[in-house]
């Protein structure tokens, strides 16, 4: 599988962005696809995940009510709204995909994860 990002960028305080992840290759099937987040010499955050068996969804708590994800089952692309961006969501938004792992307790351990896109910065002053 693989994970191509869009749409970070540089926003103001109180703005919004949305992203897009695009998989490719083995996706037949139920898979959980979401994003994390990375700030130098922090510890990698779970951001949110969506899984392709009923869209269900999941939030970290930094970003709940704030942020949306919704999954394009067609394609199949993940979009993450980030709305009421604040200098905190400043970081690098990598997409991840693996199959199962939304429904885990574990949801938010990235080693669960086997696919990671690239990354894409987010930036917001």
């Known amino acids: 599988v693989q994970l191509v990002e869009s749409g970070g960028g540089s926003v103001q305080v109180g703005g919004s962005l949305r992203l897009s992840c695009v998989a490719s290759g083995d996706t037949i099937g139920r898979y959980c696809m979401g994003w994390f987040r990375q700030i130098p010499d922090k510890e990698r955050e779970g951001v949110a995940v969506?899984?392709?068996?009923?869209?269900?969804?999941y939030y970290g708590d930094s970003v709940n009510g704030r942020f949306t994800i919704s999954l394009d089952n067609a394609k199949p692309t993940a979009y993450l709204q980030m709305d009421s961006l604040k200098p905190e969501d400043t970081a690098m938004y990598y997409c991840?995909?693996?199959?199962?792992?939304?429904?885990?307790?574990?949801?938010?351990?990235?080693?669960?994860?086997?696919?990671w896109g690239q990354g894409t910065q987010v930036t917001v002053s």
């Open positions: 969506v899984y392709s068996g009923g869209g269900s969804t």
């Open positions: 991840v995909a693996d199959r199962d792992v939304c429904p885990s307790v574990r949801r938010w351990e990235g080693y669960k994860y086997t696919y």
